[in-house]
């Protein structure tokens, strides 16, 4: 029988759990899993990958129909097959899946599975899962376990968070969809009202209305996806109206009638008025809460706040020996902030020297509707809103050659910088492929880069990156090809 006694113990395989587990063993601590339900998480199951995948069969169906732009005859018309999209889907995720248990097994990681609750500082009990358990096809990890008793000196918790549900508007999984539903559609409806405009409704929005689906969005705040910029969201508002989408701001869903194989939406604009949409499905997109319930947080004291747990910038909660990241640690919610988190908690934890605490000033965000948006740093008003004094630089990709050439002359590439240091304080983007264009910019904050020595670097010609370089010359009033 195996030893249950470990040095980490960490619940939950999402990209914050598995990450922080293979930093662990790395480090030399005897570390194991607890999983419930699938390898991986959210992440890699019902998130970031699947969403992908399925943005990824909307962007060739986009660049087939406008083949013709690019003097190219497609013979008939592109269709979409539902039924193969979302296997495709899926089948990336199951790829991916039995990738993280190849890593457990590589980094002889003990998987436990099962639904774990913290009994005690230093014990996790790990009983029957309340979730059905979708086991890696190939290979199946080593050392799986089971229920039982399990001690560590150092708990991670990172069970990760759902869907948030608004009261009288619960999903039921058939007329209203939680992201659940969404990935994995039966059918591809004709109509879809999207409530909520944060990354995930709007990527579903724009993955239906590439597939052909008539689809509404409804905001409340007055801009699509809130936390960016004010001017990039409005580019990327009116490149999404171009694309046959309609978006309703500064509006509520405030009731939802259902019909047998239809909803209407009652929609309430902030000076009272009310419309009514009938559409095939709701996708409910309202934001996600922290998995905080069942795990016996309350018994030993931990604090919560707003669904997630208190932590600070290592991970550590008011309990010795006993930490959170990723999702359930609070916003931003996203993976790559969960598999930081981690990893910094984990190093903290193995006592290494300099390990520095999260700064969440610095986590980039992508949207990866069609056009992309990608952003780090401060807002243009959030800037200005904390009193400083800023320089501003644009850069449209209607100036750029690489960008015209691809076709994708639509967009912007915005900088932000202190004008009294020149510190680089915020980058934002909307337009082609700058979800991967961001990290450029990321990098540069990280090392406190100035002005100075953007404008000294290189970039590569021709390509989408030079605009990079010209929205940090225009700051500066030295902009070239514009
Ligand atoms: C549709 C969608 C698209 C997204 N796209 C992106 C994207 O493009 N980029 C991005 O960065 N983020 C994206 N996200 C967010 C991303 O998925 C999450 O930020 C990320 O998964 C959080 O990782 P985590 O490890 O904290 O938690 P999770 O991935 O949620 O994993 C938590 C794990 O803990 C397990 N668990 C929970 N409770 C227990 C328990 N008591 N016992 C045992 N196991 C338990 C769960 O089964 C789960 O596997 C997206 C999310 C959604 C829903």
């Known amino acids: 029988m195996a030893d249950n006694t470990y040095d980490v113990i960490i619940i939950g395989s999402g990209p914050g759990g598995y990450v922080t587990a293979i930093r662990s063993a790395q480090l030399g601590l005897k570390t194991a899993v607890v999983e419930r339900e699938h390898l991986g998480g959210i992440c890699l199951n019902w998130g970031c990958i699947p969403t992908k995948a399925l943005l990824r069969s909307a962007e060739i169906l986009d660049h087939a129909n406008h083949a013709k732009s690019y003097g190219l005859t497609l013979e008939g018309k592109m269709t979409a097959d539902v039924k193969d999209v979302v296997a495709r889907s899926r089948g990336v995720s199951a790829r991916l899946n039995s990738g993280v248990a190849f890593l457990m097994k590589k980094n002889k990681i003990d998987v436990i599975w099962g639904e774990a609750k913290l009994s005690k500082p230093g014990e996790v009990i790990v009983g029957k899962s309340t979730k059905p358990v979708v086991q890696p096809q190939n290979p199946v990890p080593k050392g799986v376990l089971g229920e039982g008793t399990y001690k560590a000196k150092h708990i991670i918790v990172a069970t990760g968070a759902r869907p948030r549900a608004l009261p009288g508007i619960e999903p039921d999984g058939k007329l209203i969809w939680t992201y659940f539903e969404a990935m994995k559609p039966d059918f591809m409806p004709k109509s879809l009202v999207v409530m909520g405009s944060g990354a995930i409704g ?3 929005a724009s ?5 052909g689906v008539d689809v509404t ?8 996806m809130p936390v960016e910029d004010a001017e990039i969201s409005g580019i990327a508002r009116k490149a999404l109206e171009k694309r046959g989408l309609k978006i309703i701001t500064g509006a509520k869903v405030s009731k939802v009638e259902k019909a047998a194989n239809s909803i209407t939406a009652h929609v309430e604009t902030k000076d009272g008025k009310v419309q009514q949409i009938t559409a095939d499905r709701l996708i409910s997109a309202v934001g996600v809460q922290g998995n905080i319930e069942n795990l016996g947080l309350e018994a030993l004291g931990i604090k ?10 290592y ?4 309990v010795p020996g006993i930490y959170a990241i990723g999702d359930v640690a609070g916003p931003p919610m996203l993976a790559h902030k969960a598999e930081h988190e981690g990893v910094i908690c984990v190093e903290k934890i193995a006592g290494l020297p300099h390990v520095h605490p999260m700064d969440k000033g610095k986590i980039p965000g992508c949207t990866y509707c069609n056009p992309q948006v990608a952003s780090v740093g401060l807002t243009e008003a959030k800037a200005k809103a904390e009193g400083r004094e800023i320089r501003v630089g644009r850069y449209s990709f209607g100036a750029n050659g690489k960008a015209i050439a691809l076709g994708e002359d639509n967009g912007l590439v915005k900088t932000i910088f202190d004008a009294k240091t020149g510190e680089l304080l915020g980058a934002h983007m909307v337009g082609a492929e700058v979800t991967e264009l961001i990290q450029g910019f990321v990098i540069a904050m990280n090392l406190e880069t100035t002005e100075e020595e953007l404008m000294h670097t290189v970039f590569p010609h021709p390509t989408l990156s030079e605009m990079m370089k010209e929205s940090v010359l225009d ?4 902009v070239l090809n514009a």
């Open 202 to 204: 709007i990527e579903f």
């Open 475 to 478: 700051a500066y009033g030295r």
């Open 217 to 224: 969005v409804v905001e409340l705040m007055d801009n699509i």
């Open 315 to 318: 991970g550590k909660t008011n």
């Open 207 to 211: 993955f239906y209305r590439s597939m």
């Open 304 to 313: 919560t706040d707003r669904g997630c747990i208190v932590i600070d910038g």
